[in-house]
């Protein structure tokens, strides 16, 4: 449609919709090997499956999270409980249902967060270099210096326990790994001749970063961000565990195993559901996110 | 290699004032107040003054860490606020336990990881890479804690054939020496004590390495891979070289070293996994003891448990990086 424009003539809008156009079919093209692969077509399936039971919950669940019957307490499977129940009666089943919804934003808030930070001062530091660059760059080492569960313990135990200071510390100490996979490419990208052209026709710094480099450092941060999710809900269960995270009555998984697990001898349903709904739901995110490294590299993934 | 030991070691301080900052700066930097935290929401103006003053926390911000950084370099952490001992007094007796749970661990995963990543690699996409690399993927997936209570019902609870927590039986005695119990055992000839030790030490280990194992069987595989596809591997099988010798003497030979760095790096996920394994197992190490720091609030303890922790990651990974060098020779010239 454009090429009906007088404009289009130029040199300029002519180069524009082409690059575009490969732009997309670089990445229909990565869509289509992801498809290929069994195990990343499960693994987004199974992403997508979480997805409708997290929105679906409430229609879903068959008791409310935190309806107690202390009647009914550690009950064993049922076709009234399919899971269970919980030290108070409540039906595990449900939890798990309601659990999901916390996993999911948990994990996807918190990359979120973590990827949006770590490309901005990878990028900025990579781009611009020298002081900016190793000062960024030395403070990531610092953060890297730390196990990322010990640091995040180390967060929320000051900050106070709850759901929102575990998505805080899980976010913060993903940053550095984005920071450097963003950094990394920026290093790669900014001498290739595109970037060296818009430059030099005058492009502002942000619309060099924006529109030459950040589309071309995007795939290797698409999928760390995937394999990255997967990583924060499991640290995210583990602060849970702690009793760090979500506090009580929030079905929150790594809560459940951390209240269910005294009941171990007794009860083992209400600590293996929950357990084995983190386990799938990482899983999940693992498999898509290796399906997505496979894609997106096809050097890899043609040898083995 | 002297210089290039001196010139890493060296590299590490400002790390390690980096790592001391940042946890000293978690304190004083982040919304919330270590005061407020410690006395409740609903604590006086007075109160909070008062704790303020008596943990220095009204004295400018640099002075503060100087006097912390003083202190902590002797040793100095502060007490307990449960035991109101030291709090290195409170950790020290309870590193042995967390060593002798870590090199189980480490033990596990390198003995069971490194061969399902070789056997992954010597035919790719063949049953037995696809179970190699499955099992790899479900210890990235599985929640530690979760595993270590799973192993615990079906092992010790519905079988019966494995302790369910702890060191020791209640009627093992041992004189204790390095405080790595199944060490002392052989020590000390007490051979039964030594066999429970190890009996103890099964599961907890299991649990602890299935991360390290996935991640070590992986990156064998890859780089696996990667060295069965240099020319000196094909070299080898023209001459006529067996399989096995190819495959063990050029190919893993070379795929170790990577496999190195990976093992250092594992040190974080071992120490981070400590401390939910040593809660499930009721393990007597430094883990279990910052998990109850974390129930009790005890902040000298976590703060001090946070730098520790770092301190032993930071620090295995330079002696990482030195066998590294003494491995590969490039690495020291670059």
Known sequence: MLSSTPESVTPSAVARPRARAAGRSTWRLAARRFWRNANARVGFALIVFFALVAVAAPRIAPEGYDQENLLGRLKPPSAAHWFGTDELGRDVF???????????????????????????????????????????????????????????????????????????AVSIVNIPVYARVARASTLAIKE?????????????????????????????????????????????????????????????????LSDSYKYLLTAFWAALAPGAAIALMVLSFNLAGDGLHDALDPRLSSRA | MGRYILRRAAALIPILFGVSAAAFLLIHLLPGDPATVYLGEHATAESIARVQHEFGLDRPLPVQYGIYLWHAVRGD?????????????????????????????????????????????????????????????????????????????????????????????????????????ALDGLLTGNLAAA????????????????????????????????ALHQDYVRTAYAKGLAGRAVVIGHGLRNALLPVVTVVGLQVGSLLTGAILTETIFSWPGVGRYMYDSILFRDYPVILAGILLFSVVFVLVNLVVDVLYAFLDPRIRYA
């Open chain 1, 94 to 168: 449900s939890r798990v249902i309601y659990g999901a919804r916390i996993s999911m934003t948990v994990g996807l808030v918190a990359v979120a967060g973590a990827l949006g930070s770590g490309a901005v001062l990878g990028i900025a530091a990579g781009y611009t270099g020298g002081r900016l660059d190793g000062f960024v760059m030395r403070i990531m080492d610092v953060m890297l210096a730390f196990p990322s569960v010990i640091l995040a313990i180390g967060i929320v135990a000051l900050r106070g326990p709850g759901l929102n200071n575990t998505i805080l």
């Open chain 1, 192 to 256: 290739h001749e595109y970037v060296v052209a818009a430059r030099a026709v005058g492009a502002r710094p942000w619309r060099v970063l924006l529109r030459a480099i950040l589309p071309n450092a995007a795939s290797p941060l698409v999928v760390q961000a995937t394999l990255g999710v997967a990583g924060a809900i499991l640290d995210a269960a583990a602060l849970g565990f702690l009793g760090l995270g979500a506090q009580p009555p929030t079905p929150e998984w790594g809560a459940m």
């Open chain 2, 195 to 226: 066999g429970d030790a190890l009996r103890h030490l099964v599961l907890p280990s299991i649990t602890l390495s299935s991360y390290s194992l996935a991640i070590i069987a992986r990156m064998t595989r890859a780089a696996m891979l990667d």
């Open chain 2, 77 to 181: 952490f502060g007490e307990s606020l449960d035991s109101h001992r030291p709090v290195i007094a409170e950790f020290l007796p309870r590193f042995p336990a967390t060593v002798e749970l870590t090199l189980g661990a480490i033990t596990v995963a390198l003995v069971v990881g490194i061969p399902v990543g070789v056997l992954s690699a010597a035919r790719p996409n063949s049953v037995l890479d696809r179970l190699g690399m499955g099992l790899a993927l479900t210890g990235v997936s599985l929640p530690v804690f979760w595993l270590g209570l799973m192993l615990v019902y079906v092992f010790s609870v519905y079988l019966h054939v494995l302790p369910t927590a702890g060191q020791l039986g209640v009627n093992t005695s041992l004189t204790p020496l390095t405080r790595i119990v």
